[in-house]
């Protein structure tokens, strides 16, 4: 977002105003949701709070929420590609410990900004500045899930919330 405030900002004290009018459509970031899980260790250490308040503060909001109790059945639908990994009995104990809290957020390019602002799935390598990097322990407990690109973000908000619960 920064970015493209920049350009606009240069294109206007370049070209003037109208300049601005000129951008194309396509460099406007859209407006798009996301899902985050905020995982057990981030609960236990009673994270939720100030996770969400760092999303905010993105310019992201929240459309959807709710506290789940995740059990294996749901988490080899939402994990189905590391099923066959010899740490999904892992991820299943990790995720199960304690219930999780899910929400939809939705802002400007939001699948990308989420993925960026939390940082690698290694949170002993995640930059400090990063919700990984500054919260999590390791490649498992990582305190946040988000989704990965646009197409995984609408297949699991579909997956955890109705459309009741999306606001
Ligand atoms: P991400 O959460 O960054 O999208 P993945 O989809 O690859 O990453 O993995 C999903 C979750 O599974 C991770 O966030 C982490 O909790 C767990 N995980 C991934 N890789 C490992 C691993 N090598 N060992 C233990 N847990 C892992």
């Given at each position: 977002?920064?970015?493209?405030?920049?350009?606009?900002?240069?294109?206007?004290?370049?070209?003037?105003?109208?300049?601005?009018?000129?951008?194309?459509?396509?460099?406007?970031?859209?407006?798009?949701r996301t899902l985050?899980?905020?995982?057990?260790?981030?609960?236990?250490?009673?994270?939720?709070?100030?996770?969400?308040?760092?999303?905010?503060?993105?310019?992201?909001?929240?459309?959807?929420?709710?506290?789940?109790?995740?059990?294996?059945?749901?988490?080899?639908?939402?994990?189905?590609?590391?099923?066959?990994?010899?740490?999904?009995?892992?991820?299943?104990?990790?995720?199960?410990?304690?219930?999780?809290?899910?929400?939809?957020?939705?802002?400007?390019?939001?699948v990308?900004?989420?993925?960026?602002?939390?940082?690698?799935?290694?949170?002993?390598?995640?930059?400090?500045?990063?919700?990984?990097?500054?919260?999590?322990?390791?490649?498992?407990?990582?305190?946040?899930?988000?989704s990965?690109?646009a197409?995984a973000a609408d297949?699991e908000?579909?997956?955890?919330?109705?459309?009741?619960?999306?606001?």
């Amino acid at each position: 977002m920064k970015h493209y405030r920049c350009i606009l900002a240069l294109a206007a004290l370049t070209f003037g105003s109208k300049a601005i009018a000129a951008v194309p459509q396509t460099m406007e970031r859209a407006s798009q949701r996301t899902l985050v899980i905020i995982k057990p260790d981030a609960m236990e250490q009673r994270l939720a709070g100030l996770i969400l308040a760092r999303l905010e503060g993105e310019g992201l909001s929240p459309v959807a929420a709710k506290m789940v109790q995740l059990d294996e059945s749901t988490l080899r639908k939402h994990y189905a590609h590391l099923v066959g990994k010899p740490f999904f009995g892992d991820i299943v104990s990790y995720m199960t410990s304690t219930p999780v809290m899910v929400l939809a957020v939705e802002g400007d390019d939001a699948v990308a900004h989420v993925r960026e602002m939390i940082g690698p799935t290694d949170s002993s390598i995640a930059p400090k500045g990063t919700i990984r990097g500054d919260f999590g322990s390791d490649k498992s407990r990582n305190v946040i899930h988000a989704s990965e690109d646009a197409a995984a973000a609408d297949a699991e908000i579909a997956f955890f919330f109705n459309s009741s619960e999306i606001f």
